[in-house]
C-alpha cells in the first residue's frame, strides 16, 4: 500500500531529525560519564565521618577507602586508553560503566572497611576505562572546528564534578532516606549508570586502525612506576614518610 502524501514530509522532517538527535546524544552520554567518574572522587569526602562510625573503623582506614579510588584510577589511565584504542572505545566505555555502576553498588552494601576499600579499588580500574575512551570519541567521532567546542563541554563537566561532588554528597546526607546515611552516596551513581547504558546505542564504536599487539609488559611497567609516584602523594603523609 502507498504511502499517504501528507506523512511524506513528516517523515523526511523525523529523518532530518535524527542526524541531529544522535550526536547530542551520544555527547551526553559522554558528558555523563565523566561526570560521574569525576564526582565519585570528591562526594565520598564528606560522608568519612559516617563511614568511619558506620563501620567502626579507624581514622586511616576511611582515608584509604578515599585515595584507594584515586590510586586504582591514575595507574590504570593508559591501560585504559589502550584497551579501547585495540578492542573499541565504545565497548571499553561501556564496560567501564556498567563495572562502575555495579561497584557503586556493591560499595553501598558493604559491610566493614576492607571490603569497600577493595571494591573502591575496582570501581578506580572501573573509571580508568571510562576517560580516555571519552577523549579518544571526541577525537574520532567530532570534525576539528567543533572539538575545541567539545572539549570545553568536557572541561566544564569534570569541573562541575569537582565543584558540586562535595555539595551533592551533603545535600544526601542531610536527606538520609530510609536511614541509609553513607550508603546513599555511592547509591547516588547507581541510576546515572543505568541512564548511561540505556543511551549507548547512540555512540558509534570506533577503534584505533593500528591493531598491532597489546604490550601487556610496558603497560604494567607504566602502571608500576604510576603507582611508586602517586602512592607517596597520597599516603606517605599517614605513613610519616618524610617530605
Known amino acids: 500500500m502507498n ?3 501528507n506523512s511524506i514530509p513528516a517523515t523526511l522532517a523525523q529523518a532530518a531529525a535524527e542526524p541531529r538527535q544522535r550526536p547530542r546524544l ?3 552520554v559522554m558528558l555523563l560519564s565523566v561526570f560521574m567518574a569525576v564526582a565519585n572522587i570528591f562526594i565520598i569526602n564528606v560522608a568519612t565521618p559516617s563511614i568511619q562510625r558506620g563501620l567502626h573503623a ?3 582506614g576511611v582515608q584509604f577507602v578515599v585515595s584507594a579510588y584515586t590510586l586504582s584510577y591514575a595507574v590504570a589511565l593508559i591501560i585504559g586508553g589502550r584497551l579501547g584504542d585495540r578492542y573499541g572505545r565504545r565497548k571499553m ?3 567501564g560503566v556498567a563495572g562502575f555502576t555495579l561497584t557503586s553498588l556493591l560499595c553501598g552494601i558493604s559491610g566493614s572497611v576492607g571490603v569497600l576499600t577493595a571494591i573502591r579499588v575496582l570501581q578506580g580500574f572501573s573509571a580508568a576505562l571510562i576517560s580516555p575512551q571519552v577523549l579518544s570519541l ?3 567521532q567530532y570534525p576539528p572546528e567543533k572539538r575545541g567546542m567539545i572539549f570545553g563541554l568536557y572541561g566544564a563537566a569534570q569541573g562541575l564534578a569537582a565543584s558540586t561532588g562535595q555539595l551533592i554528597g551533603g545535600l544526601l546526607l542531610g536527606w538520609n532516606p530510609w536511614h541509609l546515611d553513607w550508603r546513599l552516596v555511592f547509591f547516588f551513581s547507581v541510576p546515572i549508570g543505568l541512564i548511561i547504558l540505556a543511551m549507548a546505542p547512540f555512540v558509534p564504536e570506533s577503534r ?3 591493531r598491532s599487539r597489546m604490550d601487556w ?3 604494567a611497567v607504566a602502571a608500576a612506576g604510576l603507582l ?3 602512592y607517596p602523594l597520597v599516603q606517605g603523609q599517614k605513613e610519616g614518610w618524610p617530605a
Open 93 to 95: 566505555l561501556l564496560i
Open 58 to 60: 579507624d581514622f586511616y
Open 26 to 28: 551520544m555527547l551526553a
Open 228 to 230: 611508586l609516584l602517586v
Open 3 to 5: 504511502q499517504p502524501v
Open 217 to 219: 609488559f610496558g603497560a
Open 138 to 140: 571526541i577525537q574520532a
Open 208 to 210: 584505533d586502525s593500528d
